[in-house]
């Protein structure tokens, strides 16, 4: 009988199993950058129109539509407030991201070199998530009972 893990097998599965993990980093990688590349919606204003800021963009558009004008107007003088800063940490996002793509196409592939350059585009996307924490907290000083009762119990659609 002969056995199944033949030398010209195993180069064969170690060759797929590479090509699989290999495909799947560039899905990811070009996913999240295909998320990130959308505009702003008219929450923020045609003046404002920004490549990036995706994420942040579409939880803060669902929050907005769920509140009265007045604080809907809070929200949005928050985020004009941290635009600025809000689409650097995009942009620093955006920059590792396509370094992490870059590192997923390089032949040979450099495991260090891949590891850090996924974990710098992790790094770099955790920094979004405060900025946006912030501007929330600044709105919610300026809201009305009601506005904050509605953010208080806005559940996004998933």
Same mark, same amino acid.
């Given at each position: 009988m002969k056995p199944f893990f033949t030398q010209g097998r195993v180069v064969k599965i170690a060759l797929a199993a590479s090509l699989a993990v290999n495909v799947f980093f560039v899905a990811f990688v070009g996913a999240q950058l295909w998320r990130s590349r959308t505009d702003l919606p008219s929450f923020v204003g045609d003046s404002a129109q920004t490549p990036g800021l995706a994420i942040a963009q579409m939880a803060l558009q669902r929050a907005a539509d769920?509140?009265?004008?007045?604080?809907? $107007?809070? !929200?949005?003088?928050?985020?004009?407030a941290r635009l600025p800063v809000l689409r650097e940490a995009q942009e620093q996002y955006l920059q590792?991201?396509?370094a992490?793509?870059?590192e997923v196409s390089r032949t040979p592939i450099d495991p260090g070199a891949l590891r850090s350059s996924i974990d710098a585009a992790v790094v770099a996307r955790q920094k979004i998530a405060p900025i946006v924490g912030d501007l929330l907290a600044? $709105?919610? !000083?300026?809201?009305?009972?009601e506005g904050r009762q509605s953010l208080s119990t806005y559940r996004p659609k998933q």
């Open positions: 769920a509140l009265p004008a007045n604080d809907r $107007a809070a !929200l949005r003088q928050a985020l004009m590792a991201a396509e992490a793509r870059k600044d $709105a919610i !000083l300026h809201m009305s009972d």
